[in-house]
Each structure stands twice: as structure tokens, then as C-alpha cells.
T-cell receptor, first 114, second 112 residues
Framework: GAGVSQTPSNKVTEKGKYVELRCDPI?????LYWYRQSLGQGPEFLIY????????DSGLPNDRFFAVRPEGSVSTLKIQRTERGDSAVYLC????????????FGPGTRLLVL | KQEVTQIPAALSVPEGENLVLNCSFT??????LQWFRQDPGKGLTSLLL?????REQTSGRLNASLDKSSGRSTLYIAASQPGDSATYLC???????????FGPGTRLSVLP
């Protein structure tokens, strides 16, 4: 498809485990964003990539969270030593050049930490 | 720190009504403002994007206005339909950063 895709759609893990969430942006989009959305709230910014580099990671809550985009396309959000409070929907978005233009969102990964 | 609020939190109207959703932000130094729609269990769909220099944008039955100096935006939906039922989120992009700051959303139900 032509949209942003995210895998897995759902992830259940145990407290203390490591998880990886994947995002495939729209082809040709250089900007990629990760957000986290808790129930009943709007998305909360985590990190923004321009190409391969993290241009703004000020939203990452702590050093258990890390994201990479090694080839400037697919991105992986990595969470170490998961905690119950990490349970949320993790959304990925991409835009053509990152100039604060329209962002196109994926369906999200619903993470549940037991 | 930019904060975005939306009123009402939830709204239920009969089909055919015109309605207004409100968004307020605390820091008027924004680059643009965007309205999104989110259906249950799905991602966000962009509806309208208003640049800070613009006053309004229109798309079909939707009209969004922006009053940057007072920190407010409204989304007007004309002749509402059951298919409009969703959560509507507004988000502002600060003039100094790349990310959007989102409001909590307004959950709209349009009853047939």
C-alpha cells in the first residue's frame, strides 16, 4: 500500500522485557515521527528523524527508549526493560520533507505490558 | 511549554446539525495548526492544515478558523452525518520545533 505501515499491530509483553516496534513510512518521505498515545489523550511526541539522523529526541521519556532509522526509510523504536506504564499506542507518522507540513499517520502499535 | 486543550471533551448530536469544536493553545508562537480525525483503533487522518499567516481553511463540509493572537481555533462541521462520528484532534506546530503538540480530542457522535 501507499500509506504508513506499522508492525506488529498488537504486542503483549511482560514487565522487564525488550520490545521493538517497526514503522515503514511513505516512500520518498524524508521526515519520520514517533508519538505515544495513552487512552483518552492526544498523541505525545517522542522523536523526529530527518533522513537517518534523529533531529529532535526531546520527547523520549528516559534512556530505556531508543529509535533508529539506519537507511533513512524504515524506523525501529526500541524499549528496554519495559514497565507497565509503557502500555500505550505507539504511532508513527511521515511527511515529505519535514517542514512542519502535513504528517501522514500509520495505524499504530498497541503495546500492553503485563 | 505549549499546552493544547479542546472543548467539549465529548459531543452527541442528531444527524443534520451544524456543530463547532473548539481548540485553545497557550503559546501563540506557532508555525501552523492542524485538525485530525481519529477512528477507533486507527491512526490519524489529516483534515485541514492552517498556516500561522492564514485565518481559515475549508474542505467540503469542514471549515477551520485560526485566531493566533487569542490562541484559538474552531472546526465547523456543516450538516453532520453519522459517518462523521470519530475523535477530532487539533495539533499545533511551534515556530521553534518540528513536532506537533496535540490536544486531548473531542469525541463526536452523530446519531442517525
Amino acid at each position: 500500500g501507499a500509506g504508513v505501515s506499522q508492525t506488529p499491530s498488537n504486542k503483549v509483553t511482560e514487565k522487564g522485557k525488550y520490545v521493538e516496534l517497526r514503522c515503514d513510512p511513505i516512500s520518498g518521505h524524508t521526515a519520520l515521527y514517533w508519538y505515544r498515545q495513552s487512552l483518552g489523550q492526544g498523541p505525545e511526541f517522542l522523536i523526529y528523524f530527518q533522513g537517518t539522523g534523529a533531529a529532535d529526541d526531546s520527547g523520549l521519556p528516559n534512556d530505556r527508549f531508543f529509535a533508529v532509522r539506519p537507511e533513512g526509510s524504515v524506523s525501529t523504536l526500541k524499549i528496554q526493560r519495559t514497565e507497565r506504564g509503557d502500555s500505550a499506542v505507539y504511532l508513527c507518522a511521515s511527511s515529505l520533507s519535514g517542514g512542519r507540513e502535513t504528517q501522514y499517520f500509520g495505524p499504530g502499535t498497541r503495546l500492553l505490558v503485563l | 511549554k505549549q499546552e493544547v486543550t479542546q472543548i467539549p471533551a465529548a459531543l452527541s448530536v442528531p444527524e443534520g446539525e451544524n456543530l463547532v469544536l473548539n481548540c485553545s493553545f497557550t503559546d501563540s508562537a506557532i508555525y501552523n495548526l492542524q485538525w485530525f480525525r481519529q477512528d477507533p483503533g486507527k491512526g490519524l487522518t489529516s483534515l485541514l492544515l492552517i498556516q500561522s499567516s492564514q485565518r481559515e481553511q475549508t474542505s467540503g463540509r469542514l471549515n477551520a478558523s485560526l485566531d493566533k493572537s487569542s490562541g484559538r481555533s474552531t472546526l465547523y462541521i456543516a450538516a453532520s452525518q453519522p459517518g462523521d462520528s470519530a475523535t477530532y484532534l487539533c495539533a499545533v506546530s511551534p515556530s521553534y520545533g518540528q513536532n506537533f503538540v496535540f490536544g486531548p480530542g473531542t469525541r463526536l457522535s452523530v446519531l442517525p
